[in-house]
């Protein structure tokens, strides 16, 4: 099964919004948002996290796996840039899933997919 998610950028790019730490920490981890911030336009990085993060709840609800807490979903990146995804949530460690990720000027995508 496949999970898969597609937002649009401006849905981080409100200046009041992404400015507001409270709401970007129910989504993100410390290293998300520092990676993020990082770019010169966040709001593209923060998206397309943000579309991997759906995409995976939606595989993890094939396997009859509810999970809810945006923020115990990380995206990070190997030694070429390559995307990976981390469960932090103790119940999930054992679950591996593969990811792809991309997003251009306006929209984000992403699909997710459980390795097993």
Do not use: W
């Amino acid at each position: 099964m496949l999970g898969i998610d597609i937002e649009d950028n401006s849905r981080f790019e409100n200046k009041d919004r992404v400015k507001d730490s409270k709401f970007l920490e129910k989504i993100f981890t410390p290293s998300e948002l520092d990676y993020c911030f990082s770019k010169s336009n966040p709001s593209g990085s923060l998206c397309a996290r943000f579309c991997v993060k759906e995409a995976v709840i939606k595989v993890l609800s094939y396997k009859g796996i509810k999970h809810s807490k945006l923020n115990d979903i990380e995206v990070y990146h190997g030694g070429l840039g390559e995307p990976y995804v981390r469960l932090l949530d103790d119940t999930l460690k054992n679950i591996e899933i593969d990811i792809s990720i991309s997003h251009d000027k306006t929209k984000s995508i992403a699909i997710a997919q459980i390795k097993n």
